[in-house]
Nanobody, 126 residues
Framework: QVEVVESGGGLVQAGGSLRVSCTASGLAFGVHPMGWFRQAPGKEREGVAGISRSGASTNIADSVQGRFTISRDNAKNTVYLQMDSLNAEDTDMYYC???????????????????WGQGTQVTVSS
């Protein structure tokens, strides 16, 4: 059974930094692309960042380009999202997802990801 678990969310002041982590089990982690998404109540889920199987390539949303970085450690079955220069508009529930091993897709379309975690809340105070 595949399990995806996010951690590291919390409350941070505007301008601050936070790193959230995601560990996946029950799958061959290194052959799945991974992604981070966020969603506010009543809004559509938004792609934030995606990373290829090896970690050599990434895809970052324009809204967070230059502030957010995605990385992965395949030996630890973990993917990270480093968030810097946070602002109030970054307040959301953040979700991690594993993509299909067959396609290798690491873009920002949530519909292309198969396994999802329960999310971790990030709140930025202004």
């Amino acid at each position: 059974q595949v399990e995806v678990v996010e951690s590291g969310g919390g409350l941070v002041q505007a301008g601050g930094s936070l790193r959230v982590s995601c560990t996946a089990s029950g799958l061959a982690f290194g052959v799945h692309p991974m992604g981070w998404f966020r969603q506010a109540p009543g809004k559509e889920r938004e792609g934030v960042a995606g990373i290829s199987r090896s970690g050599a390539s990434t895809n970052i949303a324009d809204s967070v380009q230059g502030r957010f970085t995605i990385s992965r450690d395949n030996a630890k079955n973990t993917v990270y999202l480093q968030m810097d220069s946070l602002n109030a508009e970054d307040t959301d529930m953040y979700y991690c997802a594993a993509g299909a091993r067959s396609s290798g897709y690491y873009g920002l379309n949530p519909g292309r990801y198969d396994y999802w975690g329960q999310g971790t809340q990030v709140t930025v105070s202004s």
